[in-house]
């Protein structure tokens, strides 16, 4: 368990911790401060009591625990980041907030109630459904690169998991990097370095010496266009009849 960095994340503390000018962490909508041109203000308003499968609430009481490390989760991720990331901005927030929803609306309808029950399998099956959802075209589904953010928030949910035991979860993409997606096939793991190195290898050893051939042989290829072309130039043409 690595110690997170930012001390306002400390339970004891939370609950008065401000998260904008009107908002504190106790607020069941977060208002955040952020904007951007053409936005309007309830853009950046975070709604925890959004309706789950059951037609309860995530604001009610039953969901006390969970909420609290949502919450925990997403504003981790502006003030302690998981390694390799940067300090998220509000636009980020309210993207990953839409995506977590999400997932917590899923992970409800399944009959989970807090982020330790996402195991492994748990993971394969929210991406499943995920990549079967229709895209804002009728007939398409979602475009590979919103699939590839549902994969980032568990992988994120799993990073933030080493700093924070209420938010851990199984390791989404045990032994392999985090996956990528194709449009006709939904989402795919990548395939692991021990193999794809290999592989890699071997096809730039396959077109090493053939592209350097071709780089020798360009030049000799002008010079024999040039002296064509200009024996042809030379040549006397037949004698019109």
């Known amino acids: 368990m690595t110690a997170s960095t930012a001390p306002n994340l400390v339970a004891a503390v939370r609950p008065a911790l401000r998260i904008s ?12 401060d952020g904007h951007r041109p053409g936005s309007n203000r309830s853009d950046f308003s975070l ?9 309860s609430r995530f604001s009610d009481p039953r969901w006390a625990d969970w909420r609290e490390a949502a919450k925990l989760f997403l504003w981790s991720l502006k003030l302690d980041p998981p390694p390799g ?17 999400m997932l917590i609306r899923w992970m409800a309808a399944q009959g989970y109630r807090c982020f330790a029950d996402l195991d492994r399998d748990a993971c394969d099956r929210f991406m499943t459904v995920m990549a079967q959802r229709p895209g804002h075209k ?15 928030l568990l992988t994120r949910l799993y990073l933030q998991g080493a700093k924070f035991p209420e938010i851990a979860i199984a390791d989404p993409f045990p032994g392999i990097a985090p996956p990528f997606v194709r449009r006709d096939r939904g989402w795919l793991p990548y395939t692991p370095d021990a193999i794809a ?10 077109i090493g010496t053939p592209a350097d051939d071709v780089i ?12 064509r072309s200009l024996t042809g130039s030379a040549r006397p043409r037949p004698a019109s009849s």
Request: proline content about 4%.
């Open 47 to 55: 709604d925890w009591g959004f309706v789950l499968a059951d037609d």
């Open 197 to 206: 190195v290999p592989l890699v290898s071997a096809a730039l050893r396959l």
């Open 21 to 32: 000018a009107r908002s504190v962490w106790s607020d069941q909508v977060w208002h955040l």
């Open 216 to 227: 020798t042989l360009q030049p000799r290829r002008s010079r024999s266009m040039t002296m």
């Open 138 to 152: 009728p007939g398409n589904t979602l475009k590979s690169t919103t699939l590839q953010n549902h994969a980032n």
């Open 85 to 101: 990331y940067r300090n998220a901005h509000e636009s980020t927030i309210v993207s990953v907030f839409n995506r977590l929803r």
